[in-house]
């Protein structure tokens, strides 16, 4: 490879303390939370959204500021939630901060970003799964082989010491340091927990997940491990805690053995071979990485990430039977067409997906890389099949339903063509409430602020595309 000539002006250093100084002055925290926090209704434990935490912020966000400058400053306990992997497999343990402490967490983000920019995600898992596609194809199905692979509990298993000892080698300012290691060792409490009982759950070990710093803290503290093996002469690649590895038996054999002992160094392990989660093999055999399935040449999509796709969309289905009546009966501005059409519509988008501020949501955003299209024929007989139990739809499916084959061509062909909703193109209030009305959020005879239509837009829409990386997020499992 031809390398290019060294470059004469090198960009200066960044001064980390100038950098946190500024980062983290009151101004500037009062201005992160006004821009982007302002509206949250997300609430931690002390049970404040956006709007609550505002009556105080200038004046507590001031006082946080002086105590991360003099070392004194804690977080809040993290709210606990549980986020379901699928049966017979444990929960995702999510901590949610205060409203206070996501404006802490979001600038102690920015100032990790700012020091470790290679470290920063470049690339969606889609992207990575397009790259190996390419690289694939020709290769020699039986000289090339495949190691697909995950680490145990990867967040959990992160050792503390070790990573603020990584990030001591460049984070010189002593107060940045203490303030990721108090956001490390701030306790994820379930709710109503009593207040002394929070050092129950304080962690020995481990990077709590759900912040803002969450992935990338993780990303620096596999940096050592993942230049290492870029050099044995296997293409690699890492996504969050999946690997994959691929090129002679030999050296394939060989880049497992040593990325299971570089992770063993950090408290961290590999699936052992022959378990469902290790697949050493011949190109020639199918392989998984990231939720996709590789039967080359077809890439298609896990059987078990499909069923879980296809009981989310059922689960619609049993939410817009049961809870009829009670919905009729609640907002009384609502008919039973109107009704049978907001159910449409969301379900449309569900099989579509959306685009918002320019980011592609959804099961078929992700899965846009498979080849097996008919795989998205058998989706789309699946979901018109739920209809038959539709009395409202005369048991069967609408006109009006929209496709996963041809959501397929337009998010990936067209994002811009209409079919799929982009969420931007909605800019002003009357816009907003426009939607509102269209999916029944509001009722002809309610009188809103351009406030008030701003909020309830932006908590629909987080809703929305919550349940879309729900879709998305199947694939962790």
């Not at 109503?192 to 620096?220: C, M, W, Y």
């Amino acid at each position: 490879m031809e390398i290019a000539p060294a470059i004469a002006c090198v960009a200066a250093p960044i001064d980390d303390e100038v950098l946190f100084k500024h980062l983290f002055a009151p101004d500037t925290l009062e201005a992160v939370f006004n821009e982007e926090f302002a509206s949250t209704t997300g609430k931690g434990v002390d049970r404040l959204n956006g709007f609550q935490y505002a009556l105080n912020a200038k004046k507590d966000l001031g006082v946080a500021s002086a105590k991360i400058f003099n070392g004194q400053f804690r977080f809040s306990p993290f709210l606990e939630v549980l986020k379901t992997k699928g049966r017979d497999k444990p929960p995702r343990l999510i901590g949610i901060p205060t409203v206070r402490d996501r404006v802490v967490l979001k600038q102690l983000n920015k100032f990790l970003a700012a020091l470790y920019p290679e470290r920063v995600p470049k690339n969606v898992a889609s992207t990575y799964v397009r790259e190996i596609a390419v690289d694939l194809i020709g290769r020699s199905p039986t000289e090339t082989w495949i190691c697909s692979t995950d680490i145990k509990t990867f967040y959990d298993s992160i050792r503390q010491n070790r990573l603020l000892k990584v990030l001591a080698k460049r984070v010189k300012y002593k107060s940045a340091i203490k303030l990721i290691g108090h956001a490390l060792s701030t306790p994820t409490v379930p709710k109503n927990t009593h207040r002394s009982r929070h050092k129950e759950f304080s962690p020995k070990d481990g990077v709590p997940q759900g912040l803002a710093i969450s992935n990338l803290l993780a990303s620096i503290y596999m940096q050592d491990v993942d230049e290492a093996m870029t050099k044995l002469g296997v293409s690699y690649y890492r996504y969050v805690d999946d690997v994959l590895m691929y090129g002679p038996e030999p050296i394939v054999q060989t880049a497992f053995r040593s990325l299971r002992s570089r992770l063993t160094l950090r408290g961290l392990s590999l699936h052992p071979k022959g378990s469902s989660k290790t697949h050493i093999a011949p190109l020639s055999k199918p392989f998984g990485y990231l939720g996709y399935i590789f039967r080359l040449p077809i890439i298609s999509v896990r059987d078990s990430t499909v069923e879980r796709f296809l009981q989310s969309i059922a689960a619609k289905f049993s939410d817009y039977i049961h809870n009829k009546s009670r919905r009729l009966a609640k907002f009384k501005y609502l008919t039973e067409d109107r009704l049978k059409e907001i159910f449409l519509l969301e379900l449309n988008e569900r099989i579509t997906g959306a685009i918002s501020q320019k980011k592609r949501y959804g099961w078929i955003a992700y899965f846009n890389q498979i080849s097996d299209l008919s795989l998205l024929h058998r989706l789309d007989a699946a979901i018109e099949g739920m209809f038959k139990r539709m009395l409202d739809f005369g048991h069967k499916a609408p006109s009006e339903l929209k496709t996963l084959r041809r959501a397929y061509f337009e998010m990936k062909f067209n994002p811009q063509g209409g079919y799929v909703r982009n969420y931007d193109k909605i800019t002003n209030q009357i816009e907003m409430l426009a939607f509102l009305s269209e999916r029944g959020r509001v009722d002809p005879a309610e009188t809103l602020t351009d406030a008030e239509i701003k909020d309830r837009y932006e908590k629909y829409l987080r809703h929305i595309l919550a349940a879309m990386h729900s879709d998305e997020g199947v694939i962790y499992g």
